[in-house]
């Protein structure tokens, strides 16, 4: 970690009724976030729908047999981006493998890594010890 | 689970009104059942008014989606109105503002169903 | 840490204007705490108020000779109380023997550890590896 | 540093707005000298008005108390308008509420220098 970084690491139960609180601090380091030349409210919400989108994945698709995991994010700031790591410890997947959604067909899912992608410069997912993550990062100048 | 949905009967309209800050995957599952519920008892029209909504994710966004499917399936309407800047680029990012008729205000939309 | 708690781990950078971020992070969880019995906005204050003058303690009298330190805090909730310990890497200090302050005479400071003594449960200071820690706790019921 | 503080004259009173959603240790000390300045300058009566300000910090409070002294022993005034319930509390939970004298508005403080 860089000396002038902001690190916020937090560990939430694996409940949707704390997506509210991780998206509220998502917006508010992002309105700290005063080198960033954009706009600084759609930054916010940005992050704010990654955080969300990201953590109900971990919840669905991870998490979903044990209520008791926790969902570990950690957001980091450096001079020049600004990444979101979430962590989960399911089986994975190939996120290269998931297409865009079919705007022809109605479908009622398959909009949230669409929109991560849509809205953030670098996404991947990947192994680590003990499971996965998502890594995703936003440009800041 | 408790969404605080407001619910209103004008003519041959039904509108829900979402007081809710978030539409997301914590609450949308209710909006979804509700609307099914409507349909399922005879509802032909029904209004959605998001003005409250400050915030949607793709959840929320299939839950409306699922709402208008059902609509479809009933020979039915379902109509948005006063959505936010920040959530109609959801809207327009996942191009479902070319499936939905948006108004500005709860009121125009009734004048247009 | 147990599996319902949430917990928020902070790094920022030793300056006085992320008081505000950090004040704002804590009033999100206090606001979360929906088994409080109390008036939540109230609470809310004073976690944002703690939070606060301890981090402003951190950087003046334990960080102040290096601005490339980071102030270093974590937020805890269990199902009973919400813990808030705030490290820094200084000489430290014997809060015990910090008086109240004289309510006869008129001071420009002073009331720091006052008001978090007045608005937690329990408080203490104690060295820690690398430092100290001011460690204050709230009862949630 | 460039804190929001707007400053106005009426009559021998001069009124310092402090537009900003916290008085702390990040600000304060603007506040502060900003008080000596007028004071030094030769000012008796300052109205500090609180009405934006949701939240203060010891520091803020320092501030405002090392105001007060510099009112005294310049024979002038310093007095306080316009707190928030939360900001209110912190003078009483620091006996300040004994020292200042604390109007309900801006206009109301005027008319009891
Ligand atoms: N953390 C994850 N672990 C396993 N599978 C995942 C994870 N995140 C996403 N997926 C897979 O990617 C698919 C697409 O996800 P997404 O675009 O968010 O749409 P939705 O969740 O609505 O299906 C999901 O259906 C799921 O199969
Ligand atoms: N983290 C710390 N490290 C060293 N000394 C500290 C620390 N926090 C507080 N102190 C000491 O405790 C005293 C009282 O602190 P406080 O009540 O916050 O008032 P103030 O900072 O306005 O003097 C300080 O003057 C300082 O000497």
Known sequence: MEKKDIEVDIKVPNQTRYLSLIGRIGEDIAKELDKYTGDRETLAYHINLVLTEAMVNAIKYANAKDPEKLVHIVINISDDALVIKVFDKGQGFDINTIPSPDFNRLEDRGRGIFLIRSLMDSVCYKKVRNGNVLEMSKKLH | ?113
Chains 1, 3 share one sequence.
């Open chain 2, 1 to 113: 689970m408790s969404m605080d949905l407001k619910t209103e009967k004008k003519n041959d309209i039904i509108i829900i009104y979402v007081k809710e800050e978030r539409l997301d995957a914590h609450n949308s599952g209710e909006l979804k059942s509700e609307m099914q519920k409507l349909f399922e008892g005879g509802a032909k029209n029904i209004l959605v008014d998001l003005k409250d909504v400050r915030f949607i994710d793709s959840s929320g966004l299939g839950a409306l989606v699922s709402g208008f499917k059902n609509a479809i399936s009933h020979q039915g309407n379902l109509k948005l109105s006063s959505l936010q800047p920040q959530v109609k680029s959801m809207f327009e990012l996942t191009r479902l503002h070319r499936v939905f008729e948006i108004f500005a205000s709860a009121s125009e939309a009734q004048d247009n169903f």
